[in-house]
């Protein structure tokens, strides 16, 4: 007697609804966590921004600028006030330490003083070569009419006059010279005497070159 071996139509039915129910169970499942799985990355990316936005913030700086700078003048050499408070503004907007601005200082400061050094070279040659054709004191009696002008510079100029006229060079302005020229004039003029000795002076200087050490020495004829 043989034992049936194959299943009946309707075991094969359950069968295969069981099967499709694992499947669709399978499926579900599988979805699920791929519906989960994108919540992972959002946290992590949260976390991330908040740490780039903590790494952003500003960090308070340490200031380098002192209080008030203390700015040492060059050997010979002496800042004008203005052009130091001006600059020590520059510095402390850059925000400037007192050494590097200091260091900026000694490198800048020679360059100025030799620039200005010729300016008034320059100026001083303008003022000269004026002097010398000025129609009321210049000209070929200019030696002469120098005479005059040390005369009223003997007479009324202090010591400190001189050396300011000299180191300056305002000594060599043809007003400077005609108000001391005229001056000189009205002295001689008044202390004239007819028949009397005339004063004897030193010679004037030949040429104009020698003429500011000549009219500004502490010596008087």
């Known amino acids: 007697m043989m034992t049936e071996t194959l299943m009946t139509a309707d075991d094969a ?55 008030k700078y203390e700015f040492q003048s060059p050997e010979g050499q002496e800042f004008d006030t203005d052009v130091l408070g001006a600059y020590e503004d520059v510095a ?52 002469e009419n120098l005479a005059v002008a040390k005369k009223a510079l003997d007479s009324f ?21 005609r108000m001391l020229y005229r001056t000189g004039k009205a002295i001689s003029e008044d202390a004239f005497v007819a028949g009397g000795n005339s004063e004897s002076r030193k010679p004037a200087p030949t040429d104009f070159a020698g003429y500011a050490s000549a009219l500004y020495s502490n010596h008087p004829n």
Request: hydrophobic share 30%; no cysteine; net charge negative.
């Open 13 to 67: 039915d359950t069968n295969q609804s069981a099967a499709d129910s694992t499947l669709l169970a399978s499926q579900d499942a599988e979805q699920a966590v791929q519906q989960e799985s994108p919540e992972a990355p959002v946290q992590s990316e949260t976390a991330e921004t908040a740490q780039a936005e903590e790494s952003t913030e500003q960090v308070p700086e340490t200031k380098q600028a002192p209080e």
């Open 157 to 177: 100029g202090t010591p400190e006059l001189r050396d300011l006229l000299e180191k300056s060079g305002l000594g060599n302005h043809p007003e400077v010279i």
């Open 92 to 143: 402390r907007e850059l925000d400037l330490s007192q050494e590097a601005a200091q260091k900026i200082l000694d490198k800048v400061a020679p360059a100025l003083a030799e620039q200005q050094t010729k300016h008034v070279e320059v100026v001083t040659k303008q003022w000269r070569e004026s002097s010398m054709s000025d129609s009321e004191f210049g000209g070929d009696k200019m030696n």
